[in-house]
């Protein structure tokens, strides 16, 4: 009988004690919190709410919450996340209740429909990706501009909105989100940002004499010139037999689309770059 | 008498040397055009001082050095300059290329004024004359790493360099240039090393050669006696690949281990290529700039064999001409640039010789065996095998799920194929290892640009 009251008293001992423990620590807590306190604003946790949450560093800071962070302290409404596009930025600037800044929609395009149609100096049977051919030869086309068409763009893409059809790359401009990461990881360098209203571009970036090309590509640009001449508001720049359609003057007359002998200029439609007709009838999407 | 060789791994691939063994090295005529890139060695690529239609003849600078790490390029040929493009070396790169329309009878003619030896006394010539001609002939190592020489030959005043080897182990299947060059030349390279002695002050000479070499080894038994070269030794090698590889050499000759990171001379070594020797006896003795290489050309080609062959000579000439063509066009799966297991395919036969070309072999499509990569089944062979003590399989894995600071061990790899040899599953694990290379100085490239930003 005496071992079990001693029993129990060691525990009513043992409560007591840690609960008194327990009640200090507890008030110790509640004036930490009060003297070390961090001054959060409500309005970066509400704006990180509304964004898309992708962390993607497309706005040029690491993430989402490092970007709401960024505008609530700056209060700079220029500040853009391309995956919100422009009614992000609207609600952002209701929250914020500042006045939204118009910005165009951005979106990444080939510059290069050569795949299937241009020619191959050999026959490559090392690690299928760009940048693992990259190491070896500098080129894998017999064009030394072209795309490898192994789609490291595609892995790379987190918005599933690049795709290999006829061995080159195609972007889905209604899914492109103009996050960059595919223009990073080209080592070709053959994608671009462009206006997503401006829907004409010339799909090449041989800087090699008409001839050259010729030999090695069907599609691609031999300098003729002959869209420099038919566009009306000087849009078209030529340099090194190269062609380049410049956005801010660009119309989309289309003018310059029929001229063109070769099929290099193209046409966007539905958010879809329409390459050559032969290529996209029996597209074929190999991801 | 014990062989010596490297403690760690190393594999047994077959020799293949069989084709063009003892085969006595031939001119190659000359081809009517020549193209010839600016970066052929390590280290910053040459400025061109050549315009378009210029007149060049044989010996003429082409490019000069820009910067320490850098050599001159010379004309090979006497001709008009056509033009100056980009093109793709046989080394897989776009580089600035130099197109020159050959004049045979002139370069024939102009070629003369290096068959006649001068007269050069080693031990009255100084150090700095020696290292001067060297820099003049644009001499690169002609092991594969193309190395400018003068650089090799003056390292920092606070590393003393106390050992000579002579790499004549040649241990890449197929080649056969280098042990055919030891059979005709064995007392010119045997001035060469003591230029190279003279220059460098070293105390003792090996001679490493393979054991498949008996005929080598006794010629520079002999030849060294005869000479009376005391402190000059050769080393008679296993027959293991990659017994050339420098670090490898290091090891089986002297004992003494290369740290991560670090070059031969931290020990205290200085490896040449008896090519490379070669090349130094010829600009001390003839005055000539290196503008010819020996290569043996072999594999699936009608007439193998070892070619004293001039720079920017077409790879299908070389082989056209030389060795006679492909033996059937349609079977040849694949030309490599070097040796097999550590060159390059090319991709087009336009492509030109180059310093470091030490081989063109041409495999047919029963050597040719391609199969895809599978799945790694952890039987660890790969590590069994490397020559460096390394663990390919970590480090191609590696490649595929790190970044930057990470891949820092990659560096280590000396990219001799071994672990892609054995691996049964065939995993390209020397490709794998090489990205993560290429990713890792990219990513310190970035990071010091950063640095200088700030």
């Known amino acids: 009988m005496n071992d079990i009251m001693n029993g129990w008293e060691e525990i009513v001992i043992t409560a007591i004690s840690l609960s008194g423990i327990a009640f200090l620590a507890g008030i110790a807590l509640y004036y930490a919190a009060k003297v070390f306190a961090v001054e959060e604003d409500p309005m970066v946790e509400e704006i990180n709410d509304i964004l898309p949450g992708a962390n993607c560093g497309a706005c040029g800071v690491p993430g989402c919450m490092s970007f709401a962070e960024k505008v609530v302290k700056t209060k700079d409404m220029s500040l853009y996340c391309p995956v919100g596009g422009q009614e992000l930025s609207d609600d952002i600037a209701d929250l914020m209740g500042l006045e939204a800044i118009e910005q165009d929609k951005m979106v990444a395009r080939v510059m290069c429909q050569g795949g299937h149609s241009s020619t191959r100096t050999g026959e490559y049977r090392g690690i299928k990706t760009c940048g693992a051919v990259s190491t070896i030869h500098q080129y894998d086309l017999t064009c030394p501009y072209g795309c490898f068409g192994y789609g490291d763009c595609v892995t790379s893409c987190d918005f599933d909105a690049i795709h290999i059809v006829n061995g080159v790359a195609l972007v889905d401009e209604e899914k492109c989100t103009a996050c960059d990461a595919c223009v990073v990881e080209c080592p070709v360098n053959i994608i671009e940002m462009q206006p997503y209203d401006k829907t004409v571009f010339i799909a090449c970036k041989s800087i090699d004499a008409g001839g050259a090309v010729k030999k090695y590509c069907d599609v691609g640009c031999t300098g003729c010139k002959k869209c420099v001449k038919a566009c009306e508001h000087e849009a078209i720049h030529f340099d090194s037999f190269l062609a380049t359609i410049l956005p801010d003057k660009c119309t989309n007359c289309n003018d310059c689309v029929d001229k063109c002998d070769t099929d290099t200029i193209v046409i966007t439609k539905d958010g879809i770059a329409q390459i050559k007709d032969k290529l996209v009838e029996n597209a074929e999407v190999n991801v | 008498m014990l062989k010596s060789t490297f403690n760690l791994g190393g594999i047994h691939p077959p020799e293949n040397k069989k084709y063009s063994e003892g085969k006595k090295i031939e001119d190659i005529s000359l081809p009517e055009q020549i193209s010839i890139n600016l970066n052929q060695h390590i280290g910053k690529k040459a400025k061109a001082v050549v315009e378009k239609k210029q007149e060049i003849s044989v010996g003429d600078i082409l490019g000069e050095a820009d910067g320490f790490i850098s050599a001159l390029v010379h004309s090979p040929v006497s001709g008009t300059v056509k033009k100056i493009e980009q093109k793709m070396t046989a080394a897989g790169m776009v580089e600035s290329t130099l197109t020159i329309d050959v004049n045979i009878e002139k370069t024939t003619e102009d070629s003369k004024k290096y068959e006649t030896k001068k007269e050069v006394d080693i031990d009255q010539t100084s150090k700095e004359d020696l290292l001067k001609m060297i820099q003049n002939a644009g001499i690169v190592g002609q092991g594969g790493a193309t190395f400018p020489m003068h650089v090799k030959l003056s390292p920092p005043p606070d590393k003393k360099v106390d050992t000579l080897i002579l790499n004549g182990a040649e241990c890449e299947p197929y080649l056969t240039a280098d042990h055919q060059l030891m059979l005709e030349n064995a007392d010119a390279i045997l001035l060469g090393v003591r230029i190279i002695q003279k220059i460098s002050n070293v105390t003792q000479i090996f001679i490493g050669i393979e054991e498949n070499k008996p005929d080598a080894i006794k010629l520079f038994e002999e030849r060294i006696s005869a000479a009376g070269m005391e402190n000059c030794k050769v080393s008679p090698l296993k027959t293991k690949y990659p017994q050339g590889g420098e670090k490898q050499l290091i090891n089986a000759i002297t004992g003494r281990e290369v740290p991560s990171g670090k070059l031969p001379f931290d020990v205290g070594v200085l490896v040449q290529n008896v090519g490379t020797i070669f090349a130094v006896y010829e600009a001390v003795f003839y005055e000539k700039p290196f503008i010819d290489r020996i290569t043996t050309i072999t594999g699936f080609v009608k007439k193998p064999g070892n070619f004293r062959i001039r720079m920017g ?142």
């Not at chain 2, 492909?326 to 799966?333: A, G, K, P, Q, S």
């Not at chain 2, 599978?374 to 039987?379: A, E, N, S, V």
């Open chain 2, 313 to 454: 000579t077409p790879f299908a000439h070389a082989i056209e001409d030389g060795a006679g063509g492909f033996i059937d066009e349609e079977r040849v799966r694949s030309v490599v640039n070097g040796g097999p297991m550590m060159g390059k395919s090319i991709r087009q036969l336009d492509v030109s010789v180059m310093k470091g070309t030490s081989g063109i072999v041409a495999l047919s499509d029963h050597e040719f065996v391609y199969s895809e990569e599978g799945p790694c089944i952890r039987c660890g062979r790969c590590i069994d095998i490397c020559p460096m003590g390394l663990m390919p399989v970590t480090l191609a894995d590696d490649t595929i799920i790190k970044n930057g600071a990470e891949l820092l061990d990659s560096l280590d790899c000396i990219e001799c194929g071994s672990c892609s040899y054995v691996c049964p599953t065939s995993r390209k694990l020397v490709h794998w290892i090489k990205i993560g290379k290429s990713v890792y100085r990219t990513w310190k490239q970035k990071e010091e640009s950063y640095k200088t930003d700030q």
